[in-house]
């Protein structure tokens, strides 16, 4: 057994704060309290403030050690219990009801974790740990209470959840659809038919699409945040988690089928530009950035997904792409198109081409005596004339003010004839149908010519045109009593 004074040492030098303090005044109370048929003691002290206070005031500090004194910056045990109301105050409440109800409810040794003040100010985060001494279960006369300051845990701690929480807000509140997600069993699946021998993922994927859809299914989505409801028309995240098969569908197959020969290949950041569909069923166009995490890369159980939507910006190019190749009053192509597409049949065919040169009779005179507007409304009837009697390969451009152009590849001379009574019969219903409007008669002068391989589009071009102008003529010819001011 060692000597008294080696336990004294051992108390007086512990690296830990230690108090050795007399309970017995608070099992007095506390059996007063049980003799006035009180049986919940913390409803007890919560209802009155002033409960807590007199438990306090029965509990008597005998001894700290000099760990205790260096942990409240007292230069002695008098200063320190002098001024014991300024080490346990403000937030304590909470904690010493809890640490009051364990005695109550019998137990005689505990921990707890709650606040003190150093006679400096200086907060204090603590663990407690409350023990009353063997022998003296039945009075409470010693009690050892020892005390570890985590003040620089609980702060590393705090500054962790706040961290997480400013993360989580980033997240939440980012502009950008964003996804995160589990790719380990995708990673799982390529790895295994690495160790069957394939060297050729992108044969594999040709012969075996079905090993896309099977990486698809096994992706898990791990969270989303608002702009990904916002962007897909989801009420919550399990709407939008239930419904993904809706989502990513149809072009997706390709686009992902190019996700996994990069992944394959190495990259684990990529960009595309993908199709995906809102839970209404509108098509949007994305731009997506995947990212596997630096410190997920052996294992792609973290992956980032950013999704921007770009279906605005897509309309937009397409309208601006529409009207460099096609003419806004009529809807058909416009003349540059029909130069550069002549450019490309002179040089590559498919041959035979035909081309129809129209023009239209009489626009003139309308322009002056009705305005523009009434010959503006001619010119879109021609569009609708062209337009419903052409079909593909053959397309219908507007190529000057009232001229027009139909360019037929692949047509020999009789097609091309053909397409010529298809545009008259056009214009015969298209003048039945305007007769009761504005009681104008739309007429068209016409010529064609056919270029056989190795012939200039060009000349042929010049023939429909000279045909053109023989039509017009003999519709002038016919018709003495129009005016003719084209």
């Known amino acids: 057994m060692l000597p008294a004074t080696d336990y004294e040492s051992m108390f007086e030098f ?79 409440t909470a904690p010493v009801i809890y640490e009051l109800d364990q005695l109550w409810r019998g137990k005689l040794c505990f921990d707890n974790q709650t606040v003190n003040y150093a006679l400096d100010g200086r907060r204090l985060d603590v663990h407690v740990r409350v023990q009353v001494l063997p022998g003296y279960e039945a009075t409470w006369d010693r009690v050892l209470v020892s005390l570890d300051d985590i003040t620089e845990r609980v702060r590393a701690e705090q500054l962790r959840l706040e961290s997480e929480r400013y993360a989580r807000e980033l997240f939440e509140r980012s502009p950008v659809s964003l996804w995160v997600e589990d790719f380990s069993a995708v990673k799982t699946l390529l790895d295994d038919i690495r160790k069957r021998g394939i060297t050729d993922f ?66 684990m950041l990529q960009q595309r530009e993908v199709i995906n569909y809102a839970l209404s069923g ?28 770009i279906t605005a910006r897509k309309k937009a190019e397409a309208y601006l792409e529409y009207l460099g190749k096609h003419d806004v009053l009529t809807q058909l192509r416009n003349r540059t198109f029909f130069s550069e597409e002549l450019n490309r049949l002179s040089r590559k065919g498919p041959w035979p081409v035909s081309v129809l040169v129209i023009d239209m009779n009489g626009l003139k005179p309308v322009n002056d005596e009705e305005g523009h507007a009434a010959g503006d ?93 023989a039509d017009k003529a003999r519709h002038y010819r016919e018709s003495p009593n129009e005016r003719r001011r084209d």
């Open 14 to 92: 512990a690296p830990l704060s230690l108090w050795l303090e007399d309970y017995s005044g608070l099992h007095r109370l506390f059996e007063s309290w049980r003799s006035a048929g009180i049986v919940d003691l913390v409803a007890h002290l919560q209802a009155e403030p002033a409960h807590v206070r007199e438990c306090m005031a029965q509990l008597r500090v005998l001894r700290v050690n000099q760990s205790t004194l260096a942990l409240y910056g007292a230069a002695d045990q008098a200063e320190l219990l002098s001024r014991l109301h300024n080490v346990f105050r403000d937030d304590m």
């Open 202 to 267: 992108t044969t594999f994927i040709k012969v075996h699409p079905e090993f896309i859809t099977r990486c698809m299914r096994e992706i898990r989505v791990i969270d989303v945040n608002r702009e990904t409801l916002r962007m897909f028309g989801a009420a919550d995240k399990s709407e939008l988690l239930d419904n993904l098969s809706g989502v990513f569908r149809d072009e997706m197959h390709d686009s992902f089928a190019e996700q996994l020969l990069d992944l394959w290949n190495g990259k």
């Open 377 to 469: 409304a001619l010119l879109r009837r021609v569009g609708e004339v062209l337009g419903k009697a052409i079909d593909e390969p053959g397309w219908p451009a507007r190529i000057g003010g009232d001229e027009f152009a139909v360019v037929l590849p692949k047509t020999d001379e009789r097609g091309a004839e053909a397409v010529r009574d298809r545009i008259v019969s056009m214009l015969e219903l298209n003048n039945q149908f305007y007769a009761g409007q504005s009681g104008r008669v739309l007429n068209l002068a016409i010529g064609l010519a056919t270029c056989e391989a190795g012939e200039s589009l060009d000349l042929a071009l010049q023939r429909a045109d000279h045909a053109m102008y």
């Open 282 to 309: 509108d098509l949007l166009n994305i731009h997506m950035q995947f990212a596997v995490l630096d410190d997920r890369l052996a294992t792609w159980d973290l992956v980032l997904v950013s999704l921007i939507d």
